[in-house]
Nanobody
């Protein structure tokens, strides 16, 4: 089994920054990609950012230029640096890992952007 533990969420004012972390552990044989998704109340879960084993990145249009995804391969950890946060970024953020065959999900961390 693969476990993903996300951390770093919280309450921040508009324009502020947060850094999310997600550490993967367990029976990890390979990592095809890791990413961050989010789900706001009443909305579907959406992809925020994704990074592949080859370090290719993909971002949702709504976060381009504001969010940066990175990873520490040695630690099996992925990060999401969020800047210039907006109230519409408020959501539960989930990390995910794809090993080429299965998708694994973390428990989610709440990000609230409010004054």
């Amino acid at each position: 089994q693969v476990q993903l533990v996300a951390s770093g969420g919280g309450l921040v004012q508009p324009g502020g920054s947060l850094r999310l972390s997600c550490a993967a552990s367990g029976s990890i044989f390979s990592i095809n990609a890791m990413g961050w998704y989010r789900q706001a109340p009443g909305k579907e879960r959406e992809l925020v950012a994704r990074i592949t084993s080859g370090s290719s990145t993909h971002y949702a249009d709504s976060v381009k230029g504001r969010f940066t995804i990175s990873r520490d391969t040695a630690k099996n950890t992925v990060y999401l640096q969020m800047t210039s946060l907006k109230p519409e970024d408020t959501a539960v953020y989930y990390c995910a890992l794809n090993d080429g065959a299965n998708d694994y999900w973390g428990q989610g961390t709440q990000v609230t952007v409010s004054s």
